[in-house]
């Protein structure tokens, strides 16, 4: 499977906050928040749905990636996406290993088993 999601009773800004929570004790920072809804209602677009992109990232880990590698940069930093889905938070990500497989590099392989394994339990945390 490319993605994994799950569904959370809480609402969005508590999802989001305790994913904040449990990604800094994973040594992983948002560097990067994105409102879809938010954007694409400021081009006019008409879009109500709530849908929060995260772009997270843990410096040494990218370090570790991007020696063995520079191709993993394509995929960096990793995402994390918040976003109703008919009244329902559900918080998700495409998973590392499938990402990194198009690379077809073993070592780097084993890096992202680990990244997924640690933004998996952040998730898991979250319900």
Sequence with gaps: MFDYTVST??????????????????????IWRFDIKEKLQEKGLDFHKEFKVLEVCNPQEAQRVLNENEMAGYFLPCKIVVYDDHGKVKI?????????????????????????NRLIGCIDKCI
Excluded at 9 to 30: C, P, R, T, W
Excluded at 92 to 116: C, R, W
């Design 9 to 30: 009773n809480k609402n969005m800004d508590e999802a989001i906050q305790s994913l904040e929570e449990y990604l800094k004790e994973e040594k992983f920072g948002v």
């Design 92 to 116: 998700g990500m495409p998973k590392p290993t499938a990402l990194i497989s198009l690379l077809n590099d073993v070592k780097l392989k084993q890096f992202a088993k680990d990244i997924e």
